[in-house]
């Protein structure tokens, strides 16, 4: 099976599946962040960016056709000024090697929007990264088989990675007499 270059996908995609790319936040790529103006953050997307609901198509796809068959780590980011959150996520040719190949989900930061679904079903090592994503993002994974907290406790309010989140304590670790 043949080895993608970077950028590549992103072609291949408008022709075999042409609805899963997600245009809505297309911005200008550029290897010179720079060229944006100062303290701006920069949303490169050489890597195909796809639509939340074609995540688990666009997979299997890689993995079918070009034997993408590890899903190395998914990795979260709020982008908070433009009002979403990023899922990255890394597969690898595990029988070929070569490059990394990145598939890209963008969602807005509201509970109605932050919702991707699940790969564990197909990729069991997603189940802890999708966990994370979800305790510390709030992005929430249909046909997750225990999508629940792991690293915070099941009280806790909010989602700590998010930059909006407050960072002046925690009503939680606040010890009252009894």
């Known amino acids: 099976m043949a080895l993608l270059a970077r950028g590549e996908l992103r072609s291949i995609l408008q022709t075999e599946l042409p609805n899963a790319l997600d245009t809505r936040w297309d911005t200008q790529a550029t290897d010179q962040p720079e060229a944006h103006g100062e303290g701006q953050t920069v949303l490169l997307d050489f890597d195909a960016v796809v639509k939340a609901e074609a995540i688990v198509e666009v997979a299997h796809f890689i993995r079918d056709k070009f034997g993408y068959d590890l899903l190395s780590n998914i990795t979260a980011v709020d982008y908070l000024k433009?009002?979403?959150?990023?899922?990255?996520?890394?597969?690898?040719?595990?029988?070929?090697g070569g490059p990394d190949l990145r598939v890209r989900v963008r969602i807005g930061r509201s509970p109605?929007?932050?919702?991707?679904?699940?790969?564990?079903?197909?990729?069991?090592?997603?189940?802890?990264?999708?966990?994370?994503?979800?305790?510390?993002?709030?992005?929430?994974f249909p046909g997750?088989?225990?999508?629940?907290?792991?690293?915070?406790?099941?009280?806790?309010?909010?989602f700590p990675m998010r930059k909006d989140f407050p960072k002046t304590g925690d009503k939680y670790t606040h010890v009252t007499g009894e």
Not at 144 to 158: Q, S, T, V
């Open 82 to 96: 433009q009002g979403l959150i990023e899922l990255v996520y890394q597969f690898y040719n595990a029988a070929d």
């Open 112 to 140: 109605e929007e932050c919702i991707v679904p699940s790969l564990t079903p197909t990729w069991p090592g997603a189940d802890l990264q999708e966990r994370e994503a979800y305790d510390m993002y709030g992005v929430v």
């Open 144 to 158: 997750h088989p225990n999508l629940a907290r792991i690293y915070m406790w099941d009280e806790f309010k909010g």
